[in-house]
């Protein structure tokens, strides 16, 4: 079993649909996390970055994290085509990070 | 918001030549950086960890006789393919830590090896 696991998709959406990511893991010794954007031939961007249970919103983006059941989400809101791109949540404990395999999301206009 | 940057974003060569690729943390000092390499639509896997000032921790099975990284000061590593050959072809990324526990990646460079 992966340490984080994360469905690859591709997830297809109509645009302005509210879309949601998801990763699970398994080692309760994670204690960030973080949301990743890549597009095609592109380093991935950070989006979000948490460390505590709950939610965290950032305009469209809102990272909610359950610490208790292992698994954490990324929404977003009035999804874009712009938005289209793969989506890698990654978590750490120290200094090193495990990537989930990413999600693949193609919002359609 | 950190940035960190890689260059070149692309680079084509012949097969037996080595390419070097930096990567630099353009407004914080980053003792730890990491490598990636990844395969179209695949995750990113991680070659190895730079730390600044000593040598670099290799991942397993990745040869650290082929890809040599250097991490010679706090805000460049640069990691070296030598000998090239067309199954090097890949994406290769960078990353790096802020003090304030964010990751932040290089826009990754694209080696193509003919």
């Known amino acids: 079993q992966k340490e984080v696991e994360q469905d690859p998709g591709p997830l297809s959406v109509p645009e302005g649909a509210i879309v949601s990511l998801n990763c699970t893991y398994s080692?309760?010794?994670?204690?960030?996390f973080m949301w990743y954007r890549q597009y095609s031939r592109k380093g991935p961007e950070l989006l979000m970055y948490?460390?505590?249970?709950g939610n965290k919103e950032d305009g469209r983006f809102t990272a909610q994290v359950d610490k208790s059941s292992k698994y954490i989400s990324l929404f977003i809101r009035d999804s874009q085509p712009s938005d289209s791109a793969t989506y890698l949540c990654?978590?750490?404990?120290?200094?090193?990070?495990?990537f989930g395999g990413g999600t693949r999301l193609m919002v359609k206009p | 918001g950190a940035v960190v940057s890689q260059h070149p974003s692309r680079v084509i060569c012949k097969s037996g030549t080595s390419v070097k690729i930096e990567c630099r943390s353009l407004?914080?000092?980053?003792?730890?950086m990491f490598w990636y390499r990844q395969f179209p639509k695949q995750s990113l896997m991680l070659m190895a960890t730079?730390?600044?000032?000593?040598?670099?921790?290799?991942e397993q099975g990745v040869e650290k006789d082929k890809f040599l990284i250097n991490h010679a000061s706090l805000t460049l590593s640069t990691l070296t393919v030598t000998s090239a050959h067309p199954e090097d072809s890949s994406f290769y990324i960078c990353?790096?830590?802020?003090?304030?526990?964010?990751?932040?990646f290089g826009e990754g460079s694209r080696l193509t090896v003919l």
């Open positions: 407004d914080f000092q980053a003792t730890t």
């Open positions: 730079s730390n600044e000032g000593s040598k670099a921790t290799y």
């Open positions: 948490t460390y505590s249970s």
């Open positions: 990654a978590m750490n404990a120290g200094n090193m990070l495990t």
């Open positions: 990353s790096a830590w802020t003090h304030t526990g964010e990751l932040f």
């Open positions: 080692n309760s010794a994670f204690q960030y």
